[in-house]
C-alpha cells in the first residue's frame, strides 16, 4: 500500500531469506507455530492509519456509551453467562477490509469486531523478526505508545499481571497444546511468565481455584481468558471440577461476557462510512432486501468464520430457525493491494487494543494483518497461495 516501502521490501524479498525467516521463528519456539505466516508484511500509509484509527474510535464511542451494557445484555446466553463481569472488557480487536471508496481512496470498512484476547505476545514477537530479516523503514511502527518490544511487553505486563506473582496468573484454554495459537501461549509465558493451563487440569476448592506445576499447588488470582465457549461444545463429556460459569475467588483479564457483549452482536448498533449496513434478520420482519447477492449473513455465536454464507438466497433466510442470532451485513469489496511478485493480495487489518480498569477508553497497542487471495480471509480459503496468510502491519509516522 506504500509504494516506496513496498518497493524497496519486494526489491529485497528472496525465497531464502523467508525460509531463513520462518527457520529463525521454528529454532526459538520449535515446533509451535501452526498457522502461515505471509512472506511479507503490510505497510500502511499514514492517511490509511488515521482513516483506521478515526474508525475504532467511533466504534469506542458507541462501545463507552452509558446504555451499552444494557444493550447488549441479551447477547450472552443465559447458560454461558460467568459472574464477576467487570465494567469493560479488556481487550478490543477491530477487524477491517482495505477497500477503496468512490473517489478510488483506501478506506477500511469494518468486518468484525470482539470484546476477546487476540495474539498479542506473538505480534510483539513476529513484527521483530520481520525487522530482523527484512528492510523496515525507518519512520514504520508496529507498535504503538511505546518505544520498542520491551516498553511494548511492560503494557500487557500491567494489564494481565496487574502486579500478581506471574506464578499465580494463568493462561486458560482447553488443551493448549492443541491449539493453532499455541505459539502465542509460548510467548507470553517466555515474556509475561504466565503458564497456559488446561481447562480440565484446574483444581476447585470451594470458591478458590488451583493448578499443579512440579508437583506444587499453586493458588490462581488472575486468568487471563483465551477460552470461547464454542470449544468447549466440541467436548461435552468433559469431567472438571470447575466449571467456566462458577462464582469463584479469581479475577478475570478479559471477563468472558465481554466475549458476547463485543461481537457481530455489536454491529447493528453502529454507524459510520467506515461501517457497511448491518441488521438482525428479526429486524427485517420478513421483508428483505432485493439484492440478497450484495449481503453476507453471519451467525452471531460463531468464531473463525464457521456458518458465514457468502451466497445468501431467501430460502436461507426463511428458514433460519432463530432470526434474532443472524445478522445481515452488506458485503465490502476488498481492494486488492499488496503488490506480491505475482499480483495483488488482499488484506484484511485488526487493530488491537487494551483496555486497563482505570482507563476511560481503550488504548490501541498494536495490529495484524491477514492476507488473502481466496473467497474470504482465512487459512482454509487460501491454501496452496502464497504470499497470504497472517502477518504484522507496519504503519507510517
Known amino acids: 500500500m506504500h509504494k516506496e516501502a513496498r518497493q524497496a521490501y519486494n526489491q529485497s524479498f528472496t525465497e531464502e531469506k523467508y525460509r531463513n525467516f520462518l527457520a529463525s521463528i521454528d529454532s526459538d519456539f520449535p515446533g509451535a507455530l501452526d498457522f502461515r505466516v505471509a512472506e511479507t508484511p503490510v505497510f500502511v500509509p499514514r492517511e490509511l492509519k488515521d482513516k483506521l484509527i478515526e474508525a475504532c474510535e467511533e466504534i469506542i464511542d458507541t462501545i463507552v456509551s452509558d446504555d451499552f ?14 459472574p464477576g463481569e467487570n465494567d469493560h472488557s479488556s481487550f478490543l480487536a477491530i477487524d477491517f ?27 510483539g514477537f513476529l513484527s521483530e523478526k520481520f525487522k530482523e530479516n527484512f528492510p523496515v523503514p525507518e519512520n514504520f511502527r508496529y507498535v504503538f505508545g511505546a518505544n520498542d518490544l520491551n516498553a511494548y511487553v ?45 481447562y480440565t487440569k484446574i483444581i476447585k476448592e470451594g470458591r478458590n481455584l488451583y493448578y499443579e506445576n512440579e508437583g506444587r499447588k499453586i493458588q490462581i488470582k488472575r486468568i487471563y481468558n483465551r477460552l470461547i465457549f464454542d470449544d468447549l461444545l466440541n467436548y461435552p463429556d468433559l469431567k472438571t471440577s470447575f466449571h467456566f460459569t462458577d462464582d469463584v475467588d479469581i479475577t478475570w483479564v478479559g471477563h468472558p461476557n465481554w466475549f458476547f457483549r463485543i461481537s457481530k452482536f455489536t454491529l447493528p448498533f453502529l454507524e459510520s462510512k467506515y461501517i457497511p449496513e448491518t441488521r438482525f434478520i428479526s429486524d427485517y ?6 439484492d440478497l447477492e450484495n449481503y453476507v449473513l453471519k451467525p452471531l455465536f460463531s468464531f473463525a468464520g464457521t456458518g458465514v454464507q457468502l451466497h445468501v438466497t431467501r ?21 486488492p493491494v499488496v503488490q506480491a511478485p505475482d499480483g495483488l493480495v488482499k488484506c484484511e487489518i485488526r487493530m488491537m ?32 497461495f502464497t504470499w497470504v496468510g497472517g502477518t504484522a502491519c507496519f504503519f507510517e509516522d
Open 154 to 198: 511492560d503494557k500487557l505486563k500491567k494489564l494481565i499481571l496487574a502486579g500478581e506473582n506471574p506464578e499465580q496468573v494463568i493462561l486458560l484454554e482447553i488443551f493448549p497444546e492443541k491449539q493453532k495459537t499455541r505459539i502465542d501461549f509460548a510467548l507470553t509465558e517466555n515474556l509475561l511468565g504466565v503458564k497456559a493451563v488446561c
Open 315 to 335: 430460502e436461507i433466510l426463511d428458514n433460519i430457525p432463530d432470526p434474532d442470532n443472524y445478522i445481515l451485513q452488506k458485503k465490502v469489496v476488498y481492494e
Open 285 to 290: 420482519q420478513g421483508d428483505f432486501p432485493d
Open 97 to 123: 477490509a482495505v477497500c477503496k471508496d468512490q473517489n478510488g481512496e483506501l478506506i477500511p470498512q469494518l468486518i468484525e469486531l470482539q470484546g476477546f484476547a487476540s495474539i498479542y505476545a506473538y505480534q
Open 69 to 82: 451494557k444494557t444493550k447488549t445484555d441479551r447477547a450472552i446466553p443465559t447458560d454461558q453467562h460467568v
Open 353 to 384: 487494543y487494551i483496555w486497563p480498569d482505570n482507563a476511560p477508553r481503550p488504548v490501541l497497542i498494536t495490529s495484524l494483518s491477514r492476507l488473502s487471495r481466496g473467497e474470504m480471509i482465512g487459512v482454509r480459503f487460501n491454501k496452496d
